[in-house]
């Protein structure tokens, strides 16, 4: 048998463990922080309700974010692509590639976001803190954006809601 060691730098973050919130559309639990990886990366869970669209498509232009589907069915807008993702299947987003993504079904859907470098996770924590993105002024919204150098293109919502069936903003997953 194996003996097995904890130092100060490991952890175990148990299912429900880790601060959690809405953004307004998806949830979202903070697993792993920049401050943790040295600014490394930052690892975040969505969980999608049916249909649930993410966000207006958008651009990082400091990040690559990681998706891989731990459950449902994810759908993707990358730049002019629509992909579908299942249960063990990655999705690389790259920095200043427009994109978004949605529950692509029935059933709940959830993800595991890497985000590299970190620092972004702290704009989902800021957007938390304002009561999520439908309820945000919209010059603060404006400006978290700018701060984060995310560019948002929310004029798009109403077509991808036509086009993929999606909803926006939706409803909080709850089990």
Known sequence: ???ETQTASTRVLGPAEGKAGFLGSIGVRFMVD???TDGGFSLVEHPMS???LAAPPHR?????EYSYVVEGRMGALLGDDVL???PGDPVFKPRGEWHT???AGE???RILEIIAPAGFERFFAELVDLGDVAQADPAVLGALCERYALEMDPSSVPGLIERFGVRFPA?????
């Open 84 to 86: 579908e993702a299942g």
């Open 171 to 175: 409803e909080p997953l709850t089990r």
């Open 60 to 64: 990082h232009l400091r990040e690559d």
């Open 1 to 3: 048998m194996r003996a």
């Open 107 to 109: 059933d709940p859907c």
């Open 34 to 36: 920049g401050e943790t």
């Open 101 to 103: 993504f949605w529950n």
């Open 50 to 52: 049916a249909h649930a």
